[in-house]
Each structure stands twice: as C-alpha cells, then as structure tokens.
C-alpha cells in the first residue's frame, strides 16, 4: 500500500542531503520511500525520545528542589488577605 504524505521544503530537502550522505557513504542508492521507512522503523524502536520531543520543555521541580524553595520562607504571623494583597498592587 502506498500513500502520500506532505512535507514541507525543509523536510524534503532534508531527506534529499540524506539521500546523498548515504550515497556518499555507501556507494548506495535509496529512495526516500526506503529512507523514511528506515527513520519510521528505527524511531518506532525506541519511541521514548521521540515522544518526548513533543512534550514541553518544562522541567517541574524536584521534592528536594520544593523543599529547598520554600525553606527560605517565614511565617511573619500576620494574615494577609485577599483584600490587602489588591490594596497593595492596585491602591484600592
């Protein structure tokens, strides 16, 4: 079965230097349908990575990096409310 996917220009020309390296390299020829199903089986292997590329970059704290934030905190004994917080920030 065959089918047609889109690829943007960087993507194709990507797959193009590829082509080259190997050709390059090996002294053989392959189509970028070879080519992609190479990329598509090896990345299946080990998927970790890949779907890990897609997840934002952001790291949480660790428990240890937590505790070690809100050790700097102190408890001055006054209760602030939510009507002093919109006092000081907006003059209210």
């Known amino acids: 079965m065959s089918t047609s996917i889109k690829v943007t220009d960087t993507t194709q020309s990507r797959l ?3 082509q080259a390296e190997i050709r390059l390299e090996t002294g053989q020829n392959v189509t970028q349908q070879d080519l992609l199903e190479r990329i598509v089986t090896s990345t299946y292997e080990s998927k970790d990575e890949l779907i ?8 949480p704290l660790s428990e240890d990096e937590i505790d070690r934030w809100l050790s700097g905190t102190v408890d001055s004994g006054i209760e602030t409310t939510e ?3 919109d006092t000081v920030l907006y003059g209210e």
């Open 83 to 85: 009507d002093d917080i």
């Open 52 to 59: 890990d590329s897609f997840r934002d970059e952001f790291e």
């Open 16 to 18: 193009e230097e590829l």
